[in-house]
């Protein structure tokens, strides 16, 4: 009799574990409703703080509305990528609470529903989020930062044109053996009026040289132009005879920097894509310990920030659930508490990678990974 009516409530449990349109929908109907409330208010809140910060920019050379649309529209997918987490967390929190606070969840419970199988609309949500994310960070966001700083500069400069160049442009290479000095530097043409001079491994200048045009391929290396070489002594003090040239060529194992890297250096290593900061460790030869280890905690610390969308969820849920009989304000305390301790540990320990003090990749991957696998562990804890 005992074993007749265990199979029946397990074959009642394996058919809830499909898809419930009418349950999904509505759990997912909820949600979406919750999380739009969450991100229009967020994403107002960064309006008005890029309208405080920018305004008077735009307002000081008589602007148009269209430019000052445009910039704030252009400024909006960085405040998403930065507020996405937050929102889906917050939502999260919000939609189990509620549930919570009607006895919603205690009731799919009773009727078979695992707790992972509860939120299985809104893991769904949160795995699409995290994808958007994803192409926020790599695609979109570099793009519309880019193209805002354009058209501020159209907007706020009357009659000015927008440099395609850096002018007094500073390069140490990354294994400390080579130092550029560009009067102008350009991605996309020749370089002007070069000085680069290279460095001996005890740290003694070896040879300098000077030039006036310097082109780069990736076949034949660096090509300098209409300029001069100039040795130095074994204690790098005492300059010998120089030789003038019309033409120099140095080869890429010689010289190892191209000129996608050199502009990337006066960028802030924190706003460069994942991409970007691959090629830059892979086609540097002989990068030094600490510049590699900053790139690398940097790249993993991107790749899985991403997912803390979907760990939102993950931690959400249970955390909802568990305090369901106490309403919504403990729930959002806790999501709060747990969304700084996040950004805490994933803060300290990427600072932690940067001075070689820990693995790169332990420093970027590890926050995310183990709040991944605590709100599993949760998840599954609480099944029944």
Request: proline share 4%; glycine share 6%.
């Amino acid at each position: 009799m005992f074993r007749r009516k265990f199979k029946k409530e397990d074959e009642a449990f394996k058919r809830h574990k499909g898809f419930l349109p009418t349950l999904d929908m509505y759990i997912f109907t909820e949600f979406i409703v919750y999380l739009s409330i969450l991100l229009f208010v967020f994403i107002t809140l960064f309006i008005l703080g890029d309208v405080f910060n920018d305004l008077s920019d735009f307002l000081d050379q008589d602007a148009s509305v269209k430019q000052i649309v445009s910039f704030l529209l252009l400024k909006l997918p960085g405040n998403i990528r930065f507020i996405l987490p937050i929102v889906v967390l917050l939502a999260c929190m919000w939609t189990m609470a509620m549930f919570g606070k009607h006895m919603e969840v205690t009731a799919m419970r009773s009727s078979g529903l695992s707790l992972f199988r509860c939120g299985g609309s809104i893991f769904a949500v949160g795995l699409v989020i995290t994808g958007v994310n994803i192409w926020f960070n790599e695609a979109l966001v570099p793009y519309t930062e880019r193209e805002s700083e354009i058209l501020k500069f159209y907007a706020t400069k009357k009659g000015g044109t927008l440099p395609d160049n850096q002018k007094m442009l500073t390069f140490r290479s990354f294994d400390k053996r080579r130092t550029w000095l560009f009067k102008t530097f350009n991605l996309n043409k020749d370089q002007q009026d070069i000085v680069l001079k290279r460095y001996r491994g005890d740290k003694t200048l070896d040879w300098e040289i000077t030039a006036k045009i310097a082109s780069f391929s990736y076949k034949d290396g660096w090509t300098f132009h209409q300029g001069s070489f100039t040795p130095y002594s074994h204690d790098g003090l005492m300059p010998k005879s120089t030789k003038l040239f019309k033409k120099l060529v140095k080869t890429r194992e010689e010289i190892p920097e191209i000129p996608e890297n050199i502009l990337n250096t006066v960028k802030s290593k924190d706003e460069l894509p994942s991409w970007v900061i691959w090629r830059m460790v892979n086609n540097t030869k002989g990068m030094a310990p600490r510049n590699k280890a900053i790139l690398m905690s940097i790249f993993y610390n991107r790749l899985a920030l991403p997912w803390a969308c979907f760990l939102a969820v993950f931690l959400g849920i249970p955390l909802a659930t568990k305090n369901e009989r106490s309403g919504i304000m403990l729930s959002i305390i806790v999501a709060i508490s747990v969304i700084v301790v996040y950004i805490i540990l994933s803060k300290s320990l990427l600072i932690l990678g940067k001075q070689e003090l820990l693995n790169p990749m332990i420093a970027g991957l590890f926050p995310t990974a183990a709040f991944l696998v605590y709100g599993w562990y949760t998840v599954v804890r609480n099944h029944n």
